[in-house]
């Protein structure tokens, strides 16, 4: 990750191979936000401003000579959009522009960002959002090609408010939390033949061991002992693949702790629909059906390495979804652990199966609150696009994760469980069945499907389908790919229940 440095420095003095600011629009056209900048640069940027083609846009990133006075070889500009009336810019833009920046000066050394940061929460937006567009998936490229994209190496921030312990502690949060990001972004990105159940389940010990004496604490449970277990859901999507099913636990203790978080992530290495199997164009993606896993562990990871007094322990339900000799069939019943039955109308549906396994063994261990977080349906896509994940559940914890998604600067939308939907769930020969027979409300109904398996926990449950894969451009601090989502607003969410 980047090295990130705070600096009270004038920005004009600081020896960089580049100096961001920001830009914004104005009912005039365009003023740069710098107040310490050369006068001249400034005003040359902004009567220049539509022959350079800036107009101070979110995403816009432009790069112009720095001139005699400012130290850095180049200026670089950051679009900040409109100014909020009452003259500020939302943290969420903060930390946008910021990555917007730094992701565009891939292959620079070092780089310093100047931008307008009032108190330390926005400072804090600032050094997330560098930190975050500071990534690189360049494991399977040849090393020069991979040169070619290495993330900016060392970033200083310039704020007044480089030495206050209240700054120094957001840039330790910030590392913490852009690493957790990073980490679940590299388990996405990494190819299925290398990314399978058994080597995920090695990936979080060996996350694990790094972390040291932080206490937390990994079980796996193999193929075996999950037929054993009776995770019937686990096992019938991994029977179709060479490569068994695993059901990992990670729980971090702190004997502080006053409430206990459980957090179940889908982990399928690869969903090709098994039988009911998908059409080829969009597979590919399906790469990243364990994002959801990712994130979970990840979370666990950050939890404890912020020393958070929360009890969290994250469960990875990891299969791979093939449609091998001994898949399971459309038609199959299979029985979830703790004895519900369910018809498998669609074995493309595999994820609420393997889900559901999970639910109940948190549920088993008894926590305050179980989140769940998973790439479950393509209908989460069809009604909120590609960028906004859904969240549904007990109306208060579903509000919960909202609240944290909006301070986290995640987009999540609070979705209904209408009662009339729980109807499609009826079999007629098992408890239920995993897919309804039409396709209206898809995410709704997966949701209904994973809150048999809750009880009365307090429950709520991530849908984040589109959000976890990004198949377009780049934009923001967000690379293509694996985008690391859902960690920021899960680490929010117990930081949110460590404030009581
Ligand atoms: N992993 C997919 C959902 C998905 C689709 C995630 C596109 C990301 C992008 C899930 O396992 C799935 O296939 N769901 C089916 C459910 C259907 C058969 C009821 C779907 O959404 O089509
Ligand atoms: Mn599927
Ligand atoms: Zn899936």
């Known amino acids: 990750m980047a090295d990130l440095t705070l600096s009270g420095k004038n920005p004009t003095s600081v020896k960089a191979d580049a100096l961001v600011v920001g830009t914004c629009s104005t009912s005039d056209g365009v003023a740069v936000v710098a107040d310490q900048l050369p006068a001249d640069l400034v005003r040359q940027v902004e009567t220049l401003a539509p022959r350079l083609g800036i107009t101070g846009a979110v995403d816009e990133v432009r790069t112009i000579p720095a001139g005699h006075d400012v130290k850095a070889d180049v200026v670089v500009l950051t679009g900040l959009g409109e100014r909020r009336p009452d003259g500020t810019f939302a943290t969420e833009t903060l930390r946008r522009s910021a990555g917007a920046a730094i992701r565009s000066l891939a292959g620079t050394e070092s780089v310093a960002v100047a931008l307008p940061a009032v108190d330390e929460d926005e400072l804090a937006a600032v050094v997330e959002g560098a930190l975050l567009g500071a990534y ?34 957001a840039v330790a949060r910030a590392e913490v939390l852009a690493a957790a990001v990073h980490g679940a972004r590299d388990l996405v990105n990494t190819p299925p033949n290398d990314l399978y159940p058994a080597a995920f389940a090695d990936a979080a010990k060996a996350a694990v061991k790094e972390l040291g004496a932080r206490g937390v604490k990994v079980t796996v449970l193999d193929d075996k002992q999950l037929a054993a277990g009776g995770y019937g859901g686990l096992v019938g999507v991994g029977q179709g693949s060479a490569r068994g099913p695993r059901l990992v636990k990670l729980a971090y203790a702190p004997a502080k702790a006053t409430t206990k978080v459980a957090i179940v992530g889908k982990g399928i290495t690869f969903d090709t629909g098994g039988i009911s199997l998908k059409p080829p164009a969009g597979m590919p993606a399906m790469k990243s059906d364990m994002a959801g896993a990712a994130a979970v562990l990840h979370t666990v990871l950050a939890a404890a390495r912020l020393g958070l007094p929360v009890a969290v322990t994250g469960y990875l339900c990891l299969a791979e979804n093939m449609p091998g000799g001994n898949a399971q069939r459309p038609a199959d019943v299979v029985t979830i652990r703790g004895g519900k039955t369910v018809e498998v109308t669609n074995t493309d549906a595999e994820g609420r199966l393997v889900m559901a396994d999970g639910l109940v063994a948190a549920v088993e261990d008894g926590h305050d609150v179980v989140l769940d977080i998973a790439t479950l349906t393509g209908a989460q896509m069809v009604a909120l696009g590609t960028r906004t994940s859904g969240v549904m559940g007990n109306d208060g914890v579903r509000d919960e994760v909202k609240g944290a998604a909006d301070t986290a600067g995640e987009d999540f939308w609070p979705m209904p469980l209408p009662a009339e939907l729980k109807a499609g769930l009826r079999s007629t020969v098992a408890d239920m069945v995993n897919a309804a027979s039409d396709r209206w409300g898809g995410m709704l109904f997966a ?20 959000p976890a894969y990004n198949e377009k451009s780049p934009y923001g601090y967000t690379p293509a790919g694996g985008t690391g989502v859902g960690v920021r607003t899960l680490l929010g969410f117990l930081e949110g229940r460590a404030q009581g």
């Open 447 to 466: 949701g209904h499907f994973l809150a048999e398996f809750v009880g009365d926990t307090p429950w709520a449950h991530l849908d984040i389908a589109g």
């Open 136 to 169: 690189a998936f360049t494991r399977y490229r040849d090393s020069e090609a991979a040169a070619k994209k290495e993330p900016v190496a060392a970033i200083e921030v310039v704020t007044s408010f480089s030495r206050t312990a209240r700054a120094k502690a």
